[in-house]
């Protein structure tokens, strides 16, 4: 195993590739600046270390056996790992991070959050940042790769403080809510939660305010927290209560146009299918459900002198947060729940 790990260099490897785009020894050996015979017995080398053939020599052309093939592949792969590692450490030795980890709740409009996206990905390295090869462009156009998780009530908090995530967009907010030490809060808006059915169900034609007694008679349709640590928060369920509890607000939406229960949903989210008769407001006697949404980031130096003109982060975090300064993305997370549309000033 040693002596084929000695073999395999980068500069091996390389000598695969330049062999297969020229086609054949002769035309390699010229870009590689070496005579025929030293090219053949590199090859050979490398052959013997592996105990395997890798060119049929019955051709006058460079043709590849199987396992020519096979080491000609792997080594492409190889190679272009090699040169995303380096182009990793550079970007984080520029301030860009390897990776960012952004946690959204699940009321917020994934419309918006995926146009985020593919402004991230479109940008191009600038300044000192390092340029990328084409394997890794697709992560984005810095190179930091993006992960998104779909979180839910205080999943979204959890998936922050305990370092799952970088950014959390959409945690709720209480007037007296103090974050925790190293993170930092700002207000997205808030958003209106209305009670809904669908038309064929029983409580469309009950008469408002619907009453508790009532509500009571009926089954509840509720999303289930994510978090697996912090203390799940449970939200306009009546004790006694028959619930159906679903993964997310999305699939609660669906739940309750199919009559599969009732329950309060955010207005922007189902506005068109108020308007189109596919669900019906109720309205009841608890007071209205109006939930106020904030963003937050861990900034471990966010109490060191100067940290809060000079915050220590990454650029790829301070990108997203430069988007979320903005009035129209706040608002457009808020609201676009409906149809595409194009968001202006994200």
């Known amino acids: 195993m040693s002596a084929s790990r000695n073999v395999l260099t980068p500069e091996a490897l390389a000598m695969m590739d330049v062999i297969a785009r020229t086609g054949s020894f002769a035309a390699a050996a010229r870009e590689l600046g070496k005579v025929p015979s030293a090219l053949t017995y590199n090859v050979r080398q490398l052959e013997d270390a592996l105990d ?32 995303a590692v380096a182009n990793r450490v550079k970007r984080v030795a520029t301030g ?19 146009e985020l996206c593919e402004a991230f990905f479109a940008l191009e390295p600038g300044g ?22 779909t979180e839910v009530l205080a999943g979204t908090w959890e998936a922050l403080v305990t370092g799952q995530a970088d950014l959390a967009i959409g945690v709720s907010m209480s007037s007296d809510h103090v974050p925790p030490s190293g993170v930092q809060l700002l207000p997205l808006g808030e958003i209106d939660f209305v009670f809904a059915v669908a038309p064929h169900h029983p409580l469309a034609s009950a008469a408002d305010p619907v009453r508790d007694a009532d509500l009571l008679r009926y089954r509840a349709v509720a999303v289930a927290d994510s978090a697996q640590r912090l203390a799940p ?18 699939a609660k939406l669906a739940a309750q146009l199919r009559c599969l229960g009732c329950g309060y949903l955010p207005e922007p ?67 676009r729940h409906g149809s595409s549309v194009p968001l202006s000033g994200a």
């Open 52 to 83: 395997v053939l890798l060119f049929d020599r019955r051709s006058r052309q460079a043709r590849f056996t199987a396992a020519g093939e096979e080491l000609l592949n792997e080594g492409r792969r190889l190679l272009e790992e090699m040169d």
């Open 96 to 114: 860009w991070e390897t990776q960012l980890t952004v946690a959204v709740d699940g009321v917020m409009s994934l419309v918006t959050v995926y």
């Open 128 to 149: 000192d940042t390092p340029p990328l090869p084409s394997s890794e462009r697709s992560g984005g156009g810095p190179g930091t790769r993006l992960r998104l998780r």
């Open 233 to 250: 928060i449970t939200v306009n369920l009546l004790p006694g209560q028959d619930v159906f509890t679903v993964a997310s607000t999305q």
């Open 269 to 335: 989210l189902v506005r068109e299918h108020i308007a189109a008769g596919r669900l019906v407001v109720k309205q009841t006697l608890r007071p209205r459900t109006r939930v106020r949404f904030g963003y937050a980031w861990r900034n471990p130096s966010a109490s060191a002198p100067g940290a809060a003109r000079q915050p220590q982060i990454g650029l790829a975090l301070r990108w997203w947060l430069d988007q979320l300064e903005r009035p129209a993305t706040r608002q457009a997370l808020l609201e």
